[in-house]
């Protein structure tokens, strides 16, 4: 808890299975996504959409791909994505896909995609193969590639007015939800969204859903990034991991202030979606089930120009890096701040996240304060800690170079801070630290000898790829 150091005693066996041993899952997507093991970087409408319970202009959506474009490329972030409020797609093609993110716009997806193309980036599109429009139901659009109908197809339970479910028992549906797909990546889709997951299977059954992903999956190949949405990861996720290369951890970002970083529903769980209520709580949750080749957590989007401070900007943007999430902007072209785009642009940070590191919380038992320390290692044997303050007053935090991180007579040759961007030189024994209320430190750990363990986890490592 704050107000102490934290002093943490792990042995050799939980070091290695910390950092290099996570669970192989079998039957993991194991794509070249999840091989990267982190999420990508990009910007998404959401906020736009949130605030004003309306779907993005086509204006405002221009303005902000222009913006990425100048701004944040350069740091890595290829990608545009739309998001919810997708109602307003009714304009379709003969096959019942939509071709539109609304139908008021001058412009399909088509368009978009070669202009964000254009700009040097990637397009990300927010759909679910399994919908089916009031436009395309209406219409009884033939399912390409059978001699069955829009209406044959269609499930017993709607999403709701403006969109149906498909039920994959029905014949034609297979080729309904994999042709949605094959379009999408016609169309140079990089990036799939695919939403509302939990409504599918609470109304169709998890066996139901099962087949769908599976479909989703076999379509999409590596051609298409998959990040499953809203799912409840029944089982831990055991459907999940078999079918999606990302899945939504906690509640959705909302008005992206400091009860969605830590403090909603705080050490609280459900059974179903969304079994925790903010992001922190997800992260450890689920820190287990993600692995390199088996599946990259999402902690939604980042809106830093709503948060307190400086320090809860970082203490998100850190908390997103140490778990190897996507990193998605929703802050706009004239709500960002001075202080949320340095934080986005920390380059030593997202160094980290390039080479596709993520870390481990010393504990996954949410309300235990090793929960708030995580552990990672880079292939050159350094290792980046990350002290997490949750609390809303001031604590001291540590970490012990010898009974934490192994090595040999807790020597460090410098630890570097990642946020200040100075190495504070050699330490002997632990690195230690009083953190103000909603404040992180991160930390590269270069150690001057020889990892005790580095041999064996090298070898460790080799066994399994």
């Not at 107000?3 to 939980?14: C, E, M, Q």
């Not at 927010?126 to 009031?134: G, I, S």
């Not at 692995?291 to 401070?309: E, H, P, T, V, Y």
Request: hydrophobic letters at 35%; aromatic letters at 14%.
């Amino acid at each position: 808890m704050a107000g102490r150091i934290v002093k943490t005693y792990i042995g050799k066996a939980v070091i290695l299975g910390l950092l290099f041993l996570a669970p192989a899952i079998l039957g993991a997507r194991d794509s070249k996504f999840t091989r990267k093991g982190v999420g990508p970087q990009y910007w998404t409408a959401y906020e736009y959409c949130y605030d004003l319970n309306l779907p993005m202009t086509e204006l405002r959506w221009q303005c902000n791909i222009d913006w990425m474009a100048n701004t944040f490329l350069d740091y890595g972030y290829d990608m545009i994505c739309n998001d919810g409020w997708i109602e307003a797609a009714q304009t379709i093609n003969e096959d019942g896909f939509i071709t539109k993110y609304n139908s008021n716009w001058n412009h399909g997806f088509a368009y978009w995609n070669a202009y964000i193309r254009s700009k040097g980036m990637k397009a990300g599109v927010y759909y679910n193969p399994l919908w089916m429009t009031k436009a395309a139901y209406d219409r009884n659009c033939k399912v390409i590639g059978t001699n069955k109908t829009a209406k044959e197809i269609a499930g017993s339970h709607s999403f709701n007015n403006a969109l149906y479910w498909v039920d994959v028992d029905r014949p034609g549906a297979e080729q309904w939800v994999k042709g949605y797909v094959r379009y999408f990546k016609a169309i140079g889709v990089k990036y799939l969204r695919i939403d509302f997951l939990e409504n599918y299977e609470n109304n169709y059954g998890t066996a139901k859903y099962a087949k769908a992903l599976q479909w989703i999956k076999e379509e999409a190949g590596d051609d298409i990034f998959l990040s499953l949405v809203m799912p409840n990861c029944y089982d831990h996720g055991k459907t999940e991991i078999q079918y999606g290369d990302m899945i939504r951890v906690s509640d959705d970002c909302f008005d992206g202030e400091w009860d969605f970083v830590s403090s909603r529903r705080r050490g609280q769980v459900k059974n179903s979606w969304p079994q925790y209520a903010n992001v922190f709580d997800g992260m450890i949750a689920f820190s287990d089930i993600a692995a390199k080749g088996q599946l990259i957590l999402d902690g939604d989007f980042m809106r830093l120009n709503k948060l307190a401070n400086m320090d809860e900007k970082r203490f998100l943007f850190s908390l997103m890096i140490m778990g190897g999430s996507a990193l998605a902007i929703a802050d706009q072209y004239d709500t960002i701040d001075e202080d949320a785009m340095q934080v986005y642009g920390n380059r030593e940070l997202l160094s980290l996240h390039n080479s596709g590191f993520s870390a481990k919380p010393l504990s996954r038992e949410i309300n235990n304060v090793n929960s708030s320390i995580w552990i990672g290692q880079l292939p050159d044997g350094d290792f980046v800690v990350g002290l997490f303050n949750r609390e809303d007053k001031p604590g001291e935090y540590g970490i012990d170079f010898f009974k934490d991180l192994g090595i040999d007579g807790g020597n460090v040759k410098n630890v570097r801070d990642l946020w200040s961007h100075r190495d504070l030189g050699s330490m002997k024994g632990k690195y230690e630290v009083t953190l103000k209320p909603h404040c992180c430190s991160i930390v590269r750990i270069h150690s001057s000898g020889v990892h005790r363990y580095q041999a064996e986890c090298a070898s460790l490592r080799k066994d399994r790829s």
